[in-house]
């Protein structure tokens, strides 16, 4: 069993290192715009400068687009409080456009959105951002996003979607147009949404005319589906999937391994789009013994720098996207990427006992996405979630009121959950209804994961000896 497991890890190390080269990664022409202005990480560590004409560059196999290996995912752009007094939230536009402006000035030019994204206010958001700035400095990419339970899936209701991005992106051609979350719902809710109704045939049209220039689809759900449309005689131009080094050969939910996945992309000479390098942040987040292993190798990186590594190391991925609200991020991906250092085979190994460290984490696989919002009776489902993990990745997760550091453990849980969480919003407030359930990426137990967070909590609050 030990020499299977041995040869399997083997296997998986060969197929990984087969993808690279070096010939894929060309360095950019310089960019007039911000002067390097950051030395500071996202996690408080020395990065260096962050370069303005270092960007590693994808090319197009299909379309000879030369694509920034990191690419900006516009899923979650900041928000701000209106103006009004009404308490309402909007797109915080002018931090917005800030980041686009220095993200386009530090090289890349890969911008990932979709009607659904930020409420529906990405498309408005990054079309205003973009529309500043030259139409050759950026690729646009955006979905048709009627994968969703209440979404029609008429031919009608999916041409307008198509023509809203355009008129709220404020283009008259899309760069790279996705079928959306494929999988999901089996080959049936596939055949529904995009071969019952035409609206393939429709989007075909649109790429031969010009307005699409590259057709493509983003991965989530069973196998079945992917399987389907590389087999189905069509040349994808693109396809966007999960990647990241637990998902390489651990994926869970409504993942596959990220292995098998890129494995019959290369196949078919289908350039890969990269989702959650971080998996959901988890990845910039490590426990301290998966950290300190990293650390004895690179004691100047930081956990992000060495996931999106990994990620844009396989020759065959295109772009590497990253939703980046905060400027300091930005830099830091920047810098990773300026130009990129491929992972090593020694990194590898390292990153291989990472992953066996966090596969026995007692940690929740969620990424945040999102998709499970709005809860029914107002849980702030990520946000529970997020602040558990803190907990798990900082090693305060308490095994026993015995425990030394049971003191300072007990009050960084609770003043933590408190000030993150508003009280009506924990997990106490879960009635189990399971609505939530079926929108879950990651396949995550809610209700019961909910429960157990719960009963953590006033284990603690009560001060009872579990």
């Known amino acids: 069993m030990e020499n299977k497991d041995k040869n399997r890890k083997e296997l998986s190390r060969r197929n990984f290192f087969k993808t690279l080269g070096a010939g894929s ?6 960019f007039v ?3 390097p202005n950051n030395t500071v990480s996202a996690e408080g560590g020395s990065i260096g400068e962050v370069p303005t004409d270092k960007m590693a560059y994808r090319v197009n196999p299909h379309t000879g687009d030369r694509v920034s290996l990191l690419g900006y995912g516009c899923m979650r752009w900041p928000l701000r409080q209106k103006t009004d007094g009404s308490g309402e939230e909007e797109v915080d536009q002018d931090t917005v456009n800030d980041l686009v402006d220095y993200a386009i000035a530090h090289g890349v030019n890969y911008f990932d959105t979709a009607p ?6 990405s498309e408005t958001a990054t079309g205003i951002a973009l529309k500043r700035h030259p139409r050759d400095k950026f690729f646009i990419a955006t979905k048709m996003s009627n994968h969703r339970a209440d979404a029609s899936r008429s031919l009608e209701a999916g041409i307008a979607m198509y023509r809203k991005s355009m008129r709220d992106l404020q283009v008259d051609y899309l760069d790279y147009y996705l079928l959306h979350g494929v999988g999901l719902g089996g080959m049936d809710d596939l055949k529904k949404r995009f071969f019952d109704n035409g609206l393939l045939d429709f989007l ?6 010009g307005r ?6 983003s991965y989530h759900g069973e196998v079945e589906v992917f399987d389907y449309l590389l087999a189905m005689g069509i040349q994808w131009d693109f396809v966007q999937i999960q990647l990241n080094y637990i998902d390489w050969q651990h994926a869970s939910g409504w993942n596959t391994n990220a292995e098998y996945l890129l494995g019959e992309l290369e196949k078919k000479n289908v350039p890969a789009v990269i989702m959650e390098p971080l998996l959901g942040g988890r990845l910039s987040r490590l426990s301290t013994p998966a950290a300190n292993l990293l650390k004895e190798l690179r004691p100047q990186d ?4 060495w996931a999106f590594r990994y990620a844009g190391t396989p020759e065959s991925v295109l772009t590497v996207l990253s939703g980046m609200v905060y400027m300091e991020h930005l830099q830091e991906n920047i810098r990773t990427y300026s130009p ?3 992972i090593s085979e020694t990194e590898y190994t390292a990153l291989e006992k990472v992953t066996n460290i966090m596969m026995n984490d007692d940690y929740i696989e969620c990424t945040e996405c999102q998709y499970c919002m709005p809860c029914p009776y107002g849980v702030n489902i990520p946000g529970v979630f997020g602040h558990y993990n803190r907990i798990i990745s900082a090693g305060q997760r308490l095994l026993s009121a015995k425990d030394k550091n049971y003191r300072e453990a007990r009050r960084a849980f609770l003043i933590g959950y408190d000030r993150s969480i508003p009280k009506l919003r924990q997990s106490n407030h879960c009635i189990g209804c399971d609505i939530c359930k079926p929108h879950c990426p990651q396949a ?3 209700p019961n994961e909910m429960r157990r967070i719960d009963l953590y909590t006033e284990q603690l609050k009560q001060k009872i000896n579990f």
Do not use: F, H, M
Request: hydrophobic residues 45%; proline residues 3%.
């Open 33 to 35: 715009g911000c002067k």
């Open 25 to 30: 990664v060309v360095t950019a022409t310089a």
């Open 302 to 305: 930081s956990a992000a720098s």
């Open 204 to 209: 075909l049209e649109e790429r031969k005319a």
């Open 212 to 217: 699409i220039r590259n057709l493509g689809w």
């Open 444 to 446: 995550i137990d809610i």
């Open 340 to 342: 990129l250092e491929p």
């Open 116 to 121: 659904v994204y930020v409420r529906g206010w």
